[in-house]
């Protein structure tokens, strides 16, 4: 009795199993079917950057190459340059006195009407100013023509002595001004160049993570078709397929404003494409920079800038000084007299007449002008030195921070060099165990999620390094063009 009970038993169990399977498989039969899922194109990995797909056929640009079509093309550098050429052409204009001045004039007079006691005299009479000028005495004769030549030298003139020591410095501050937007071009066109980079390797990452996506949603499908994983796997395979191609998307459309702002910063034609490149080689190797390199405000721009104000304003205070010298100028006079009563016989005969001297002018009271000119001059000295202060205390703390956001991206850049690797790992494991059927699908998630964040992150502290790098050579007055 004992030994049948004990027969019994394993066949109940056994009927038991077959008919939990029976109903497993009744169960599957009555699951909702979900399709197929699309055929993710196998995208792989096509270099570091990605190129834009463009319109046609465009030509490709380095950063270099970038930086030397603005600096010939970018029209407000184009701008400065003829600022410059404004600047040498005011000073020209400016110290033209300094050359003869040669003026020609002369007086044609008909008299209508002459009083009775007017003194006869002859066509040649007439009276001569301190200046030079002639003045005729008004004679018998209706009709006179008096033309004059004249000729003016300047020799001592306090206003042409400024403006001749003024003249280099004024070119000079143009120069300056006209570095400080290349500077700038130089500082703004390489970051729009690495913006540009950044989100054509996040478009690389994102078309990466899509395939691997693709591939994990094919291989959760075939294994709920076959019964072997739940149809939530798919579900959550396919939700996160979406979010990575709506992620790619994005960072397309993100693509074309970004090449706008670099054509912009260019002065490249907006109707024309070009593509990036860069040797990732050099790129890496750029990223370095030496931080014990102490700070040096000569280096800067704007410091030069501010000593060239300094020299201008020392030489407007000079001119004010010595405005109480003389005005000395050197004069020629050469003047013919035509008189007749017939005005057809005007020019028949002419007396002529000429005068040569010196002209002084010396300014002895102008009611303190000059005294009050040179106490605001000396004031205007006293706010650019306190320019140059606060300069410095802004250049300083440029040089600061930009010097703690460098060190802080280049650590940052080290350490996510590093999660890449691990996350890439950790995700081949993985995905190995869930193929195996060791670890839920959601670990494959969790993994790919870390992946692609690792990645991105590792993209991001790379150009953060190198327009922090761009900074701080910017700070340290080190960038060339």
């Not at 008919?19 to 399709?35: D, G, H, M, R, Y």
């Not at 202060?389 to 956001?405: D, F, P």
């Not at 993209?459 to 050579?473: E, R």
Request: aromatic letters at 10%; charged letters at 15%.
């Amino acid at each position: 009795m004992f030994f049948s009970i004990n027969l019994v038993r394993p066949c109940f169990w056994v009927a038991a199993i077959l008919c939990l399977i029976s109903l497993n498989a009744s169960a599957q039969n009555n699951k909702t079917q979900f399709p197929a899922p699309d055929q993710v194109p196998d995208t792989g990995k096509v270099g570091f950057p990605v190129m834009p797909v463009i319109h046609g056929s465009g030509e490709y640009l380095t950063l270099r190459e970038c930086i030397d079509y603005a600096l010939v093309h970018q029209p407000a550098l184009n701008q400065s340059f003829i600022n410059t050429d404004i600047a040498r052409t005011s000073n020209a204009i400016n110290l033209a006195a300094w050359l003869p001045q040669v003026n020609a004039s002369g007086n044609l007079v008909h008299y209508i009407q002459q009083t009775n006691n007017n003194i006869s005299t002859n066509a040649g009479s007439g009276t001569t100013t301190g200046a030079g000028s002639i003045t005729g005495v008004r004679s018998n004769y209706a009709n006179t023509f008096i033309p004059e030549l004249s000729i003016t030298q300047s020799i001592v003139s306090p206003g042409l002595l400024y403006a001749a020591k003024s003249a280099p410095l004024l070119v000079k501050q143009a120069k300056q001004v006209t570095d400080s937007t290349k500077i700038y071009l130089v500082s703004s066109v390489s970051k729009a160049f690495y913006n540009v980079l950044l989100t054509l390797q996040q478009i690389n990452v994102l078309k990466e993570d899509t395939t691997r996506l693709g591939k994990s949603l094919r291989d959760a499908y075939h294994q709920y078709k076959g019964g072997i994983a739940d149809e939530t796997d798919y579900l959550q395979a396919t939700i996160t397929l979406s979010n990575s191609k709506t992620q790619l998307k994005q960072a397309k459309e993100n693509l074309v404003p970004q090449y706008a702002a670099l054509k912009q910063l260019m002065g490249y034609q907006p109707e024309k494409e070009f593509n990036v490149s860069i040797d990732t080689v050099q790129m890496m190797n750029d990223v370095r920079i030496d931080t014990a390199k102490g700070l040096q405000y000569e280096n800067r721009i704007e410091y030069k800038q501010i000593q060239t104000r300094k020299d201008l304003q020392a030489q407007l205070t000079s001119y004010y000084k010595y405005a109480f010298l003389p005005t000395v100028s050197g004069f020629f006079n050469y003047g013919l007299q035509f008189a007749n009563n017939r005005f057809s016989d005007l020019l028949s005969g002419s007396n002529p007449s000429s005068s040569v001297g010196l002209s002084l002018s010396i300014p002895i009271f102008t009611g303190f002008a000059r005294t009050h000119n040179i106490h605001k001059s000396r004031l205007q000295e006293q706010l650019i030195n306190w320019d140059e202060t606060n300069l410095k205390l802004g250049i300083y703390k440029e040089y600061a921070t930009s010097m703690a956001n460098y060190k802080s991206n280049l650590y940052s850049f080290q350490e996510q060099q590093k999660n890449v690797g691990m996350a890439k790992r950790v995700y081949f494991v993985v995905n190995l165990q869930y193929k195996q059927g060791v670890v839920a699908y959601l670990n494959v998630i969790t993994a790919e999620s870390n992946l692609i964040t690792a990645e991105i992150n590792y993209t991001n502290s790379l150009f953060q390094l190198l327009s922090s790098k761009i900074d701080l050579q910017k700070a340290m007055g080190d960038i060339t063009y």
